[in-house]
Structures are given as C-alpha cells and as structure tokens.
C-alpha cells in the first residue's frame, strides 16, 4: 500500500540554522511528489512539486527539495530560515491518478 | 477572489445533530475532495468527485454523505455527530485526479460536543 512516512514530528531551529526535513515514501511504479505548508492558521498551500526531470525542485520562498529514487526520499531544505517559516510541513505523495497520500507533518518552529 | 471557500469556518455543535459543511471552488476544476485532518494534524482523504462523480470513497462510516450538485460544489452532510468527528474538514480541487496540485480551502474546524 501507498505510504509517505515524516519522521521529524517538531522540529525547533533558531533564525538562519539550515533546515532539512526528511521525507519517505513507499509506492509502486510512477510517483509524483508533494511538499505543502500549512502557516498558522492558514490552509495548506503547495511549496513545490515532482513530477519529473531534474531530480532537485526549487519552490517558493526559497525552499527546495530533491528526489532521491534509490533511497524513496525527498527531503524539504532550506539553507536559512526565518521566523516566518514557522508552521507545518507536510509531504505527499501519489501515482499517476491515484488518490495523494500525505505524511504525518512536521512542525517547524523558528525562534528569533 | 478565494479560489476554493468553504462555510462555516468554525462548527460547534452537541452530539447526535446533524450539520453539513459546504464546499465550491472557482478554478474550473473537475475534481473535488474532502479531506480529515485529525488533532495530530494528521490529512487523511475522504471521498473524491470528479466531474460530480465519486471516485474515491475511504473507509469512512455511512453517517458521512458527501453531495455534489455540480462540479463546482462538494457538500459534506454529517448525521449523528459523534465526539470522535471533531476535526478540521479541509476541501479541496484539482484540475486532474492524483497528480495534479490540490488547491485547499481554509478548512471548517467542527467542534462535537
């Protein structure tokens, strides 16, 4: 069965650390993959997607992430955070036009 | 304009009630979802319509009914509401099915009390 697994459940940095969250899947065939945010009491929103090609994704806000097919990740980085980064992270993951699947999320909390 | 709106924001209301949480999007899109996102913050899918059609329907008890009068709209009516149904009830759209960027709404936060 399709699966996506987040181990990092919170995750505290201080204002300009690096981030890396990592991000596992389990599927079967094609996948396309998903980073999406959710800011403090706001809906989620798309970061940055795989479908393919280059296997390292530039996102919005300067969030990136890469593909690695042997190791079934796609890690979510970015090289200094801000406070405003603070919020939920999500990966998700689907096939072709089956259902996406989503992780558990990571909460990110930046301290200033 | 807010591309996928759902009403209410906020739902509070007693055990055993029945209440509906309402849906539309204006992208044009052909599929519509419901998704769960328990208090571990946790996104489960719910059902799937596309093209007013249901497409996926997740284990979920038959006291959910979701209602698609047009491609454009995905209704969610609750019978019975039970303590275990509080949750954030997010929407949303897809031009595709699967593959394609969802688009959410800002979510209805259901309170059974």
């Known amino acids: 069965a399709q699966s996506v697994s987040q181990h990092n459940h919170h995750v505290i940095l201080s204002e300009a650390a690096s981030l890396e969250l990592g991000c596992n899947y389990s599927?079967?065939?094609?996948?396309?993959l998903f980073w999406y945010v959710q800011y403090p009491g706001q809906h989620l929103q798309l970061l940055l997607k795989?479908?393919?090609?280059?296997?390292l994704v530039k996102g919005i806000k300067g969030f990136e992430a890469e593909f690695i097919k042997s190791k079934f990740s796609f890690n979510l980085r970015k090289p200094s955070v801000q406070w405003s980064d603070t919020a939920e992270y999500f990966c998700a993951a689907s096939g072709g036009y089956q259902k996406v699947t989503f992780g558990t999320g990571t909460k990110l909390q930046v301290i200033p | 304009d807010t591309a996928v709106s759902q009403t209410p924001k906020y739902l509070v209301t007693q055990m055993g009630n029945d209440k509906s949480i309402k849906c539309e999007q204006n992208?044009?899109?052909?599929?519509m979802y419901w998704y769960k996102q328990d208090s571990k913050k946790f996104l489960k899918i719910m059902f799937s319509y596309n093209n007013k059609e249901l497409i996926i329907n997740e284990t979920v008890p038959n006291r959910f009914s979701p209602k698609s009068p047009d491609k454009a709209h995905l209704n969610l009516h609750i019978n019975s509401l039970e303590l275990g149904d509080s949750a954030v009830y997010f929407c949303?759209?897809?031009?595709?099915?699967?593959?394609?960027?969802?688009?959410f709404g800002s979510g209805t936060q259901l309170s059974v009390l």
């Open positions: 992208l044009g899109h052909d599929t």
């Open positions: 949303a759209s897809s031009q595709g099915q699967g593959s394609e960027k969802l688009f």
């Open positions: 599927y079967g065939g094609t996948v396309n």
């Open positions: 795989y479908f393919s090609g280059d296997p």
